[in-house]
């Protein structure tokens, strides 16, 4: 957990207003329950426990927002301040930028896909942005890799898988999103780097695995069942 003492104020923004359309169903993923709970009040959950008194924001599509107050109150659930969300990821975090504090020193950006964020990992985020300004979690790619345009092998040593959450200065992070945003713009550190600033990767964590496919489900609620085991023993 980040001291009391840190002198910076960090807000948090969580995106969820996407439509899951490769995971499917009846209700988009975020909705969708890991352990007896929906996955966006786990990626909430992890930064309320981890950063305790953060500014934190949800972006919601406005048509979700219904479903959202109605799973708040079946879990008897506070819900953090929530704004529309838009079209693409970036135009989501563009709104909720708008929400966030001008107090706020370092602003953490999450997916809600992303249910198994721990502590350790958010922490060296935000140390990581304090010190570095802009910071991606990052683990190494196993699978081979080769590409589809020449077919041909490639070394993946270099490579890198990117997650959430990514910290960035605050004024950084205003200043990048006031580009106009590009399609290519797949994450936060992409909007950050063609603003022109660097990029630095802190390690990331192997269980925070995003939820894209229904089968990802069985795999967090085993993930989460084994993390649990181990903090027990
Ligand atoms: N997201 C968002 N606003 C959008 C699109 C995505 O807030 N317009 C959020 C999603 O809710 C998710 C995160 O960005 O938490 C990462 O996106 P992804 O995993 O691609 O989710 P979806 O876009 O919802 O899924 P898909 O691409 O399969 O439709
Ligand atoms: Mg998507």
């Known amino acids: ?84 969300g838009g079209a693409t990821r970036s135009i989501s975090v563009r709104n909720a930028l708008e929400a966030i504090t001008d107090n706020a020193d370092i602003i953490l950006i999450h997916d809600a896909a992303r249910p198994l964020a721990n502590s350790a990992l958010i922490d060296r985020v935000i140390r990581g942005a304090a010190q570095h300004g802009a910071v991606v979690p990052a683990v190494p790619v ?39 945003l590009q399609p290519r713009f797949t994450d936060d550190a992409s909007v950050v780097e063609a603003y022109g600033a660097k990029v630095t990767m802190v390690e990331g964590s192997p269980v925070n695995i995003k939820i894209t496919w229904p089968r990802d489900i069985i795999v967090a609620e085993a993930l989460m069942k084994a993390t649990a085991e181990e903090a027990e023993s």
């Not at 009391?4 to 104020?9: I, K, L, R, S, W």
């Not at 092998?153 to 992070?173: I, N, Y």
């Open 1 to 84: 957990m980040v001291k009391d003492t840190e002198p910076q104020h960090i807000a948090v923004i969580v995106v969820a207003a996407g439509s899951g359309s490769r995971f499917g169903g009846a209700v988009a993923k975020q909705f969708c329950c890991l352990g007896g709970r929906p996955l966006l009040m786990h990626a909430v959950d992890a930064f309320r426990h981890a950063v305790p008194g953060a500014q934190i924001i949800i972006a919601l599509s406005p048509e979700m927002m219904p479903v959202w107050q109605q799973l708040c109150r079946r879990y008897n659930y506070e819900s953090p301040q929530t704004v529309a």
């Open 142 to 180: 196993t699978d081979s890799l080769r590409r589809a345009d020449t077919d041909t092998a490639v070394d993946r040593s270099p490579f890198r898988a990117v997650q959430t959450p990514q910290g960035f200065d605050a004024q950084l992070l205003r200043q990048a999103y006031r580009q106009p």
